[in-house]
């Protein structure tokens, strides 16, 4: 039987209420609240001591990406399977992956299923950012999905406007997102329309310059609400979609686009996605990973997926 550790991010839109408890569910589990990155990998520290071979993580993605960054300095080349007890303002992994649910309730779901070893398990590999030119404290930044351009800009609108009127999770962003294109899409002087100054190379392949309306790069098969936005060639685990500024025929590329099936004309038009097991990335802008704002290296980012962690529900 698995050796459950739990780390429980209090600050999550959850952890403020009832709904996180975890009462005599947890009680003799090594157990964690970080306050901070230190905080964090000192206490996946002393859980990988422990013996811990089953991390239940209660919070939103964020957390999941600050706990995928700090495994590989705790744990090595043996990193404990996940389960995602999902508790933030974004959920895309529970949504993604399968999530055991929050508080109590969920840590007795999954303490039972693994007494009986009837948990789901899915192998995924994990999206490592590193940024080429900076001191990385911790190392790359991992998680599972990156977003630049017109993702930033969604980001920020989510932020400002939405969640402050008590819109969250998946429908957040998607309302963020589709107001982006929207709004550029009509408005043919719109500003992000003009796009933001890029490099991209996929696996070493001469870099394509010029402006990106959007970037996205993720190791899933699927995005919030079933999108779908990734198709083309290619090896490796790192789907990527990467449309040029300004954006052509756009309302009809995202229906297309958005199922995966793209329209014949849609290459010509600045529309490109495929498979990579690097992506390049020359820029200067910043970027978003798992709901988080970050600055690139002075080279740029570098994506790739060299490792791979067990998502597990009950």
């Not at 992994?93 to 398990?121: C, F, P, Q, W, Y």
């Amino acid at each position: 039987m698995e050796r459950i550790g739990i780390i429980h991010n209090p600050l999550s839109r959850a952890g403020r209420d009832n709904r996180a408890r975890f009462g005599a569910a947890a009680a003799g589990l090594p157990f964690a609240e970080p306050a901070s990155r230190d905080a964090l990998r000192d206490a996946l520290r002393g859980f990988a001591a422990r013996g811990v071979d089953l991390l239940a993580v209660q919070g939103g993605d964020g957390t999941l990406r600050e706990v995928l960054t700090a495994l590989p300095a705790a744990f090595g080349a043996a990193p404990p399977a996940i389960a995602v007890l999902a508790a933030g303002r974004t959920n895309l992994a529970a949504k993604v992956l399968g999530g055991a649910g929050t508080g109590e309730a969920a840590l007795a779901r999954l303490s039972d299923a693994a007494g009986r070893g009837a948990l789901r398990r899915r192998i995924v590999p994990v999206l490592e950012v590193s940024r080429p030119g900076t001191e990385q404290d911790g190392g790359p930044l991992r998680g599972l999905l990156f977003g630049a351009a017109a993702f930033a800009e969604g980001k920020r609108i989510a932020d400002e406007r939405l969640h402050g009127r008590g819109i969250r999770a998946g429908p957040a962003v998607a309302l963020a997102l589709a107001s982006v294109a929207l709004r550029a899409g009509l408005d043919r002087r719109h500003p992000l329309r003009a796009g933001v100054p890029m490099a991209v190379a996929p696996d070493g392949r001469p870099p394509r310059d010029g402006r990106r309306f959007l970037l996205l790069a993720t190791t899933l098969d699927r995005l919030m609400l079933g999108l779908r936005p990734f198709w083309g060639d290619g090896r490796g685990a790192v789907r990527w979609l990467d449309v040029e500024a300004p954006p052509r025929r756009l309302a009809a590329a995202l229906w297309a686009g958005g199922r995966g099936r793209p329209a014949p004309w849609m290459a010509a038009a600045g529309y490109r996605s495929g498979r990579a097991e690097r992506l390049e990335v020359a820029m200067d802008r910043p970027f978003v990973l798992d709901g988080e704002v970050f600055e690139p290296g002075p080279g740029g980012v570098l994506l790739s997926a060299p490792d791979r962690v067990a998502f597990v529900s009950p």
